[in-house]
């Protein structure tokens, strides 16, 4: 039997498992090409796939240019102010319009000069006035769909998924307090890590590694022993990091917050590749982008309910690179485990602690089961 079908059962298997019992998937799922290529097709073009922070793209004209399942976008904040992803791939003949990141009205083909506005509209295209039949209305770059959830970014590359806002009901009740939204970009960064996207979405999901792994970063705040599941539903899972009663204040924090909330860090992801956790004060996250089944393209940052340079958002920047940097080494070792043909299934650790390990296993069986009939994109 092929990786694909083989994984595509076990996925099935899991859904008639209790959560009590729950398993690991077998180590392919985190190391096959061709299993990767299925997600890509039927999960990262389906779904909302979070891109970035508005905070990126403060001003009209601001843009950053990102790649997704080999698609090229470029995000930006159009003369009017609106947030638009535009395909960052020239009509005329396919090369690509801008790299990296700025401020731009137009974008110009750096090969034969084009010219588009800030709408993706061919403005300008030399010398084709000759040619019969030619019509600049019919080169607006695709405009993908695109939604502003809390401050962040969204893509949905097939235009064909619900409105996000309708699937984050069950987890906006969640941290409504938090007021996310309106809360700071303080820092932001591109990087590649050598693992698997989901190692990593399932790694920054589970509280079971925090006092082994972040000995003297996270453990002293948000120990193992404290963690409590949340809730779930088809487009999120999480856990509560409680803080230990004896740190202090994680100030300055939003009116409104219940004392409970004042001592716990909502931990979640939102499926299949946006994960958050969601301190008083600061809030770190991460949009994954596969980038072959071995890495993953990373880009995180911190948004605060202060400004960049006070001294809570340094000091949180600071601990998250010191994380980060732990979870990094982690993963890349763990990836060169999972190509052992020797390791097999074991039991997931309890609910409070690997619980959301298993909801993500079971929104990928809901996406990919063998149960589930595939429509290409
Ligand atoms: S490929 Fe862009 S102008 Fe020719
Ligand atoms: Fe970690």
């Given at each position: ?190 990087t590649?890590w050598g693992c ?128 980060n940097e732990e979870d990094k080494e982690k993963l890349e ?45």
């Open positions: 039997m092929d990786t694909v079908t083989h994984l595509r059962e076990e996925l099935t298997k899991l859904k008639s498992i209790s959560a009590e019992q729950a398993r690991t998937m077998p180590p392919s799922y985190y190391t096959s090409a061709e299993f990767l290529a299925l997600e890509e097709e039927h999960i990262f073009r389906k779904e909302w796939v979070c891109v970035g922070h508005t905070g990126e793209i403060p001003n009209p004209g601001d843009f950053y240019t990102t790649e997704l399942v080999g698609e090229q976008l470029i995000v930006l904040r159009d003369e009017a102010g609106e947030v638009r992803i535009l395909s960052n791939v020239c009509r005329h003949r396919g090369n690509i319009l801008a790299q990296g990141s700025g401020n731009r009205k137009k974008f110009i083909c750096g090969y034969h000069a084009w010219v588009y506005d800030s709408a993706g509209r061919l403005q300008n295209a030399p010398l084709m006035d000759q040619i019969e039949g030619f019509d600049k209305s019919a080169c607006t770059l695709p405009n993908f769909a695109t939604e502003i959830w809390e401050g962040f970014i969204y893509v949905n590359l097939d235009g064909n998924a619900a409105p996000l806002a309708e699937q984050l009901g069950g987890i906006e009740a969640i941290i409504k307090n938090y007021k996310m939204g309106e809360r700071n970009f303080v820092y932001g960064e591109e590649i698997n996207w989901k190692c990593l979405a399932e790694n920054f999901m589970e509280g079971y590694h925090l006092s082994p792994t972040h000995v003297k970063t996270l453990h002293p705040i948000t120990p193992t022993s404290l963690c409590v599941k949340m809730p779930h539903d088809d487009y999120f899972t999480g856990y509560w990091a409680k803080y230990n009663p004896n740190y202090p204040e994680r100030l300055p924090y939003p009116e409104g917050l219940t004392k409970e909330e004042t001592r716990q860090s909502p931990m979640f992801a939102i499926n299949p590749n946006h994960v958050i956790g969601l301190a008083t004060n600061a809030c770190v996250y991460m949009c994954l982008r596969p980038a072959g089944p071995d890495h993953v393209a990373i880009r995180w940052g911190v948004i605060s309910t202060a400004q960049p340079d006070d001294q809570s958002a340094i000091d949180y920047v600071k601990l998250c690179h010191e994380f070792t763990l990836q060169k485990g999972l190509k052992s043909k020797y390791l097999g299934s074991n039991y997931l650790a309890p609910g409070d602690f690997e619980g959301t390990i298993w909801d993500m296993y079971q929104f990928m069986a809901r996406r990919l089961g063998s149960d589930v009939e595939l429509q290409k994109a």
